[in-house]
């Protein structure tokens, strides 16, 4: 069993950073594919980014690719997403996941393949 706590989101203004970090307990990471997905208001959840660790492959969404990056630190059991140069589209709320295995790059934009989930963490970014 593993559970899964995000923190760092909070209220910036476009242009600006946040990093947020989903922490680990329960279970080591080191064996899971961990993803970030978000849930603007009134849509529904998209994938944002994800870590496979058998060989730290990290696909992104198009709309993140190169201003947000996924890091994972396995001997701290957390994951990261660091996020510059945020938009005011880049509102939500911001899910951290996981599933215990090594998921082909090609699913690991699916949520429903991912089996934990943290409670989630606001962000909001102003224009």
């Known amino acids: 069993q593993v559970q899964l706590a995000e923190s760092g989101g909070g209220l910036v203004q476009a242009g600006g950073s946040l990093r947020l970090s989903c922490a680990a307990s329960?279970?080591?990471?080191?064996?899971?594919?961990t993803a970030w997905f978000r849930q603007p208001p009134g849509k529904e959840r998209e994938f944002v980014a994800a870590f496979r660790g058998s060989d730290g492959s990290t696909p992104y969404a198009d709309s993140v690719k190169g201003r947000f990056t996924i890091s994972r630190d396995n001997a701290k059991n957390t994951v990261y997403l660091q996020m510059n140069t945020l938009k005011p589209e880049d509102t939500a709320v911001y899910y951290c996941?996981?599933?215990?295995?090594?998921?082909?790059?090609?699913?690991?934009?699916?949520?429903?393949?991912?089996?934990?989930w943290g409670q989630g963490t606001q962000v909001t970014v102003s224009s």
């Open positions: 329960g279970r080591t990471f080191s064996s899971y594919t």
């Open positions: 996941a996981a599933w215990f295995g090594n998921l082909p790059v090609s699913s690991m934009n699916f949520p429903n393949n991912y089996n934990y």
